[in-house]
C-alpha cells in the first residue's frame, strides 16, 4: 500500500529494503502543508520502482542503469515509472552553476563519502514542482540513497 501523505514516508520507507532516506524528514511534512500530498502516492510509486530496481541488480536479474531498467524490465520487477520522468543527471547550466549545484548536495552515511554528503544529480521528476534527488550506489553499498523529496530546486531558468 502507498502512503496517503507524505509524512506517512516516516515509516514507510523502511518497507522499501534498498533505498535509504538521508533528508531531512522535516521538508515532507511541510509538502503536506503545502497541499501536495496528493503526489505522495506517485512519489511511492517512483521509490518503490528505485527499490525495484536495486534487488534487480543485486539479484543479478539486469546489469543495466536505471533508463534502460525502466524502459526495458526484467520479468517479474515492478516498474511502473515512465522513463521519461526520471533524469540521470542535472542540465550542463546547473551542474557549472556552483550555487545551484551545491543545492543539490545531501547527507550520506560517511561509508558512502568520508565528507557525509555528495551532489545528488539523478531525480525523479514527480509533476511539475515536486522531484526526488538520489544517489545511485548500487555498485558499493547495493543502496539508493535518497536526499531529497520536495520542490523542485532552483534551476538557471528560475535562479
Keep these: 500500500t502507498s502512503p496517503n501523505s507524505f509524512f506517512e514516508y516516516i515509516v514507510a520507507l523502511d518497507d522499501l529494503n534498498y533505498i535509504q532516506f538521508t533528508g531531512d524528514?522535516?521538508?515532507?511534512?511541510?509538502?503536506?502543508?503545502?497541499?501536495?500530498?496528493?503526489?505522495?502516492?506517485?512519489?511511492?510509486?517512483?521509490?518503490?520502482?528505485?527499490?525495484?530496481?536495486?534487488?534487480?541488480?543485486?539479484?543479478?536479474?539486469?546489469?543495466?542503469g536505471i533508463q534502460q531498467f525502466l524502459t526495458n524490465p526484467p520479468v517479474g520487477y515492478y516498474v511502473s515509472w515512465p522513463a521519461g520522468k526520471f533524469a540521470a543527471k542535472?542540465?550542463?547550466?546547473?551542474?557549472?552553476?556552483?550555487?545551484?549545484?551545491?543545492?543539490?548536495?545531501?547527507?550520506?552515511?560517511?561509508?558512502?563519502?568520508?565528507?557525509g554528503e555528495v551532489y545528488m544529480g539523478a531525480h525523479l521528476k514527480i509533476g511539475v514542482?515536486?522531484?526526488?534527488?538520489?544517489?545511485?550506489?548500487?555498485?558499493?553499498?547495493?543502496?539508493i540513497y535518497l536526499g531529497y523529496i520536495g520542490n523542485h530546486l532552483r534551476t538557471v531558468s528560475t535562479n
Design 25 to 64: 524528514y522535516s521538508d515532507l511534512e511541510e509538502l503536506d502543508k503545502a497541499d501536495v500530498g496528493a503526489y505522495a502516492a506517485k512519489t511511492w510509486i517512483g521509490l518503490r520502482t528505485l527499490n525495484e530496481y536495486v534487488r534487480a541488480k543485486v539479484e543479478g536479474a539486469t546489469n543495466a
Design 129 to 143: 514542482k515536486l522531484r526526488a534527488h538520489f544517489l545511485d550506489d548500487v555498485a558499493n553499498s547495493g543502496k
Design 90 to 115: 542535472e542540465s550542463e547550466s546547473v551542474e557549472r552553476d556552483a550555487v545551484l549545484r551545491n543545492e543539490r548536495i545531501f547527507p550520506v552515511p560517511k561509508v558512502v563519502s568520508p565528507t
